[in-house]
């Protein structure tokens, strides 16, 4: 699976696999963080998700924008602080990656697994990979207009593996009124 929905718990040091000394995140839950640190987040990818969208038609930025901050908890994580990986991408960039505990749900119950993810020199290279990966694997028609189908289709072609992904990221869309951002792109 690609992204889990549940914030990585663990971090593993990238040089050693051993489980002794694994240090635990501690991680503000997102209520904690102020309007404006939000705001500044949700800035900092809807600009690059529209000029995606525009160029392409395929991924809307709404749906970016809330994997990100779903993923990273606001940029938050220690994935996007030491990979750059705000979406929780499994598997290797250019031959790049860490590896993390994580949460995973398998037959109804939540599992911690080891995995690895891609470790991104660029916060842009992120959103690019991401882009491109989500296009081929798991929303695979372009000028799709309606979040909910995309955020459906994520869950259907098991983007994550929590069974309430779609509707986490719909309930981001709209707290956060990201559709704004699919209205900008689309109409400029």
């Not at 000394?21 to 600009?47: C, G, M, R, V, W």
């Not at 160029?55 to 901050?69: F, G, H, M, W, Y």
């Not at 719909?170 to 951002?181: A, G, N, R, W």
Request: charged content about 20%; proline content about 3%.
């Amino acid at each position: 699976m690609i992204g889990t929905g549940i914030v990585v718990r663990n971090a593993i040091n990238q040089r050693s696999q051993s489980t002794r000394n694994i240090p635990t995140l501690t991680e503000k839950p997102a209520q904690q963080f102020s309007k404006k640190q939000k705001n500044h987040f949700i800035d900092q990818i809807a600009t690059p998700a529209m000029q995606l969208y525009q160029k392409n038609r395929e991924i809307l930025p709404s749906v970016v924008i809330a994997q990100a901050i779903l993923e990273s908890q606001f940029g938050t994580s220690l994935l996007y602080k030491t990979a750059n990986n705000l979406f929780g991408v499994k598997g290797t960039y250019q031959g790049q990656s860490v590896t993390f505990y994580t949460r995973e749900v398998e037959n109804g119950k939540s599992i911690k697994v080891q995995a690895q993810f891609r470790k991104y020199p660029s916060l842009r290279a992120a959103l690019i990979d991401h882009n491109q990966l989500v296009a081929r694997k798991f929303i695979k028609h372009k000028n799709i207009m309606s979040y909910r189908t995309s955020t459906s289709l994520l869950q259907e072609n098991g983007y994550a593996t929590d069974p309430h992904y779609a509707s986490k990221l719909d309930h981001l869309i709209v707290k956060y009124h990201l559709s704004q951002y699919d209205l900008r792109a689309i109409n400029e």
